[in-house]
């Protein structure tokens, strides 16, 4: 019998080794996410967009691309589509704007970002609600 990791995965999820299945997912993610990012990165290299990079300047595009998405939340329709991609609202879509140049950026710099999301995501479940903090 030809069995895939992700059937193997079900049985030992039956068997009680939650752990050993969260750990897989994370190393499925972190294949993908990274797979992802060298697409995005790439891209971007293509169109020109790290000709003279300048880090600063890429980090208020990304604050840009907030505010994007903040005016398109904040308007009297947040559920309208986008307009290049109609299957998803415009807020969405500039909420992913966001995510595309973090993840430029962690491809021009060279940044294990998959990586750092696992382990501070880690860190996080074991911090105080709200971390301690008022909000
Ligand atoms: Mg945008």
């Known amino acids: 019998m030809n069995e895939t990791s992700h059937e193997r995965d079900s049985m030992q999820y039956a068997g009680g080794d939650c752990e050993h299945e969260e750990l897989d997912r994370l190393a499925d993610f972190q294949i993908m996410f ?17 000709n003279d990079w300048n880090t600063g300047e890429k980090i208020a595009l990304v604050h840009s691309e907030l505010s994007e998405f903040l005016e398109a939340d904040r308007s009297k329709e947040p559920e309208k589509p986008d307009k290049h991609c109609p299957d998803f609202q415009n807020r969405t879509i500039e909420l992913a704007d966001v995510v595309i140049r973090v993840m430029d950026m962690a491809h021009h710099l060279n940044l294990d970002l998959s990586g750092a999301i696992i382990a501070k995501h ?3 479940k074991t911090r105080p609600f709200k971390h301690g903090k008022a909000y």
Do not use: R
């Open 34 to 50: 990274d797979h992802v990012l060298v697409q995005i990165g790439l891209n971007s290299l293509n169109h020109g967009f790290h």
């Open 122 to 124: 880690a860190f996080n």
